[in-house]
């Protein structure tokens, strides 16, 4: 079984510029998780779909940042326009239930220059 | 609010030798415990657990850790370190019975010594 995947794995872009970041979760979990971690610091909750619905956004920075979850299968979130201080990791999760065990995915690592 | 903090950036041990990892929480309700570990360029994996029951948990790899309520502390142990263990490892919480996300430790880098 596949585990959860992230697209791309590095992004370099250009303070201004947009850039979208693709996850695909385990099949048939209908839960999906954003987290990141800036640079020295923790990871920290972005939000959380159950299924299309956002569950709780309330670690999303600023309105910055958008995630959508069209169909309830894969995720993106678009950063427009990022800025120097979204540089990072970018993890996403998912989990078949409520408070079950999130399997994480390889992080894409964004670079805003 | 929650905390996790982990009070170790870096932690240097030799090959073979034991290791302890430190983590103390703060929280004001129940939580349930975690110790997920990274190693070099792949995700975070699940180490350890702590839901309820037990207050000593075993993990994958040899790794086990203690939950202590009165200290506040959920410190993941190995007897004997290989250097496969080289990674870096994040304590986390998350609230009993209610939103699920997960709240993380800045982490601490394993470096295994030849």
């Known amino acids: 079984e596949a585990g959860v995947t992230q697209f791309p794995s590095h992004s370099v872009i250009e303070k201004g510029q947009t850039v979208t970041l693709r996850c695909d979760p385990i099949?048939?979990?209908?839960?999906l998780y954003w987290y990141r971690r800036v640079m020295g610091k923790e990871i920290k909750f972005l939000l959380h779909?159950?299924?299309?619905?956002?569950?709780?956004e309330s670690g999303m920075p600023n309105n910055r940042f958008l995630a959508e979850r069209t169909g309830g299968t894969y995720s993106t979130l678009k950063v427009q326009p990022a800025e120097l201080e979204d540089s990072g990791v970018y993890f996403c999760?998912?989990?078949?239930?409520?408070?079950?065990?999130?399997?994480f995915g390889p992080g894409t690592r964004l670079t805003v220059l | 609010a929650q905390s996790v903090t982990q009070l170790d950036s870096q932690v240097p041990v030799f090959e073979e030798a034991p290791v302890e990892l430190r983590c103390n929480y703060s929280?004001?309700?129940?939580?349930?415990l975690f110790w997920y570990v990274q190693y070099p360029n792949q995700g975070l994996q699940l180490l350890l657990k702590?839901?309820?029951?037990?207050?000593l948990v075993k993990g994958i790899n040899g790794f086990e850790a203690e939950f202590n309520k009165s200290q506040t502390s959920f410190h993941l142990r190995k007897p004997s370190v290989h250097i496969s263990d080289t990674a870096e490892y994040f304590c986390?919480?998350?609230?009993?019975?209610?939103?699920?996300?997960?709240?993380f430790g800045k982490g601490t880098r394993l470096h295994i010594l030849p």
């Open positions: 929280s004001s309700v129940s939580v349930y």
């Open positions: 702590y839901l309820s029951g037990s207050t």
């Open positions: 779909f159950v299924k299309e619905s956002k569950q709780d």
């Open positions: 099949s048939g979990h209908d839960n």
């Open positions: 999760a998912s989990s078949l239930r409520l408070a079950g065990q999130q399997f």
């Open positions: 986390a919480v998350s609230l009993m019975n209610r939103d699920d996300k997960i709240i």
